[in-house]
């Protein structure tokens, strides 16, 4: 009697000693996975270096010659900020896309359908066009730095009127919230065809490549602005990932369960918000990897928001690293807009994943 009392006791600890290490097991492969597409991005592009130089050309020997200095220039110039700001975007957008999934308790929500991404496009269109206009011509020459810094004041000034709006007496509502973003995405969606409509040619192929997204033009300076949001956000998802576990049984169930269901509902919001105004503000609209990532990893690793959050930053960084490589590469010398890549393979997973709700829920 008492060995099988002991031997009951025991089983819970040991289950969650497995579970600890499959976790780490997971996240220790994505890592690996993470660093080896790296690698194989740092060797590829319109000015090639082979994998036998590489090491010279990260500075790990002592050799120098006139091929070392140019590998060395492209590199640390342009593909190694590149691929760090490639993997922090797609990083950003995975855990978004996991946190708005948890929090609509639905598996094809998405940061694109709050609007944030559509204010961030408006505002960067509307700094296209004005730059290149008689009126702000005299910015012409801070266009690049101006517009980053407008996508990313146009998702944080749509996240405010967001919060505005399903806010009321504290308390929030995540239905307004959705509805309300999807009617700020349609105005804003509107503001940028008109925009496109009064643009000339030169400005309507800038507003359409950036609407499409890419890390051309990626400096160590924007990576910068990409990596203390991310570590924010890092940190944060530690302190919400219990929350949106319990929020899946609904908000009565997790308020009992010791969760303070208001506040898990903003912090929740702005994350997703800073995530994606920032992501976007970078790399432009690239969309489905915030559908896509989160949601085959439940597949895969189940749904426990403390493993899914990490491993939704992982999967989202080796996708956007691999897309940008293959974009950079595929049409070489040219460059093919990361958006199309990732709509390419997104959308098919989408209507998959359509698809199957649909089945479940018996439509």
Same mark, same amino acid.
């Given at each position: 009697?008492?060995?099988?009392?002991?031997?009951?006791?025991?089983?819970?600890?040991?289950?969650?000693?497995?579970?600890?290490?499959?976790?780490?097991?997971?996240?220790?492969?994505?890592?690996?996975?993470?660093?080896?597409?790296?690698?194989?991005?740092?060797? !590829?592009?319109?000015?090639?270096?082979?994998?036998?130089?590489?090491?010279?050309?990260?500075?790990?020997?002592?050799?120098?010659?006139?091929?070392?200095?140019?590998?060395?220039?492209?590199?640390?110039?342009?593909?190694?900020?590149?691929?760090?700001?490639?993997?922090?975007?797609?990083?950003?957008?995975?855990?978004?896309?996991?946190?708005?999934?948890?929090?609509?308790?639905?598996?094809?929500?998405?940061?694109?359908?709050?609007?944030?991404?559509?204010?961030?496009?408006?505002?960067?269109?509307?700094?296209?066009?004005?730059?290149?206009?008689?009126?702000?011509?005299?910015?012409?020459?801070?266009?690049?730095?101006?517009?980053?810094?407008?996508?990313?004041?146009?998702?944080?000034?749509?996240?405010?009127?967001?919060?505005?709006?399903?806010?009321?007496?504290?308390?929030?509502?995540?239905?307004?919230?959705?509805?309300?973003?999807?009617?700020?995405?349609?105005?804003?969606?509107?503001?940028?065809?008109?925009?496109?409509?009064?643009?000339?040619?030169?400005?309507?192929?800038?507003?359409?490549?950036?609407? !499409?997204?890419?890390?051309?033009?990626?400096?160590?300076?924007?990576?910068?602005?990409?990596?203390?949001?991310?570590?924010?956000?890092?940190?944060?998802?530690?302190?919400?990932?219990?929350?949106?576990?319990?929020?899946?049984?609904?908000?009565?169930?997790?308020?009992?369960?010791?969760?303070?269901?208001?506040?898990?509902?903003?912090?929740?919001?702005?994350?997703?918000?800073?995530?994606?105004?920032?992501?976007?503000?970078?790399?432009?609209?690239?969309?489905?990897?915030?559908?896509?990532?989160?949601?085959? !990893?439940?597949?895969?690793?189940?749904?426990?928001?403390?493993?899914?959050?990490?491993?939704?930053?992982?999967?989202?960084?080796?996708?956007?690293?691999?897309?940008?490589?293959?974009?950079?590469?595929?049409?070489?010398?040219?460059?093919?807009?990361?958006?199309?890549?990732?709509?390419?393979?997104?959308?098919?997973?989408?209507?998959?994943?359509?698809?199957?709700?649909?089945?479940?829920?018996?439509?």
């Amino acid at each position: 009697m008492s060995v099988a009392i002991g031997t009951e006791a025991r089983s819970p600890d040991r289950r969650a000693s497995t579970r600890r290490r499959s976790a780490s097991l997971i996240i220790l492969l994505l890592i690996a996975v993470l660093a080896v597409t790296a690698i194989v991005a740092l060797t !590829l592009g319109a000015a090639g270096i082979p994998l036998s130089r590489l090491p010279a050309a990260l500075g790990l020997t002592g050799e120098s010659t006139a091929m070392t200095a140019r590998d060395q220039l492209v590199l640390w110039s342009i593909r190694v900020p590149r691929i760090a700001a490639a993997a922090m975007v797609g990083g950003l957008l995975a855990a978004a896309g996991a946190i708005m999934q948890g929090l609509f308790r639905n598996p094809l929500a998405d940061p694109a359908l709050v609007g944030v991404s559509s204010g961030g496009a408006l505002a960067a269109a509307s700094t296209i066009v004005f730059t290149d206009s008689r009126f702000g011509e005299t910015l012409r020459f801070l266009q690049t730095e101006l517009l980053p810094l407008a996508a990313f004041a146009g998702s944080l000034a749509t996240t405010a009127i967001l919060y505005g709006i399903s806010s009321r007496s504290g308390r929030t509502s995540i239905a307004i919230f959705l509805l309300a973003g999807v009617a700020i995405t349609a105005i804003a969606n509107a503001g940028i065809g008109l925009l496109v409509f009064v643009a000339d040619d030169r400005q309507l192929r800038d507003i359409t490549f950036w609407m !499409l997204g890419s890390m051309s033009g990626v400096t160590w300076t924007k990576a910068a602005v990409l990596a203390p949001v991310l570590l924010i956000g890092l940190v944060a998802c530690t302190f919400i990932a219990r929350g949106l576990d319990l929020l899946v049984l609904g908000e009565a169930d997790a308020f009992h369960g010791g969760v303070d269901v208001e506040r898990l509902k903003r912090i929740s919001i702005v994350m997703v918000s800073a995530m994606t105004g920032v992501a976007v503000s970078i790399g432009g609209v690239i969309g489905f990897v915030g559908i896509v990532v989160p949601h085959l !990893l439940r597949l895969v690793i189940g749904p426990a928001h403390r493993l899914l959050l990490p491993a939704s930053v992982l999967s989202g960084a080796i996708l956007m690293v691999g897309a940008d490589t293959l974009a950079r590469t595929i049409v070489a010398p040219a460059e093919m807009p990361i958006g199309i890549l990732t709509a390419a393979v997104g959308a098919p997973v989408f209507l998959f994943i359509l698809l199957r709700q649909r089945g479940l829920a018996s439509l």
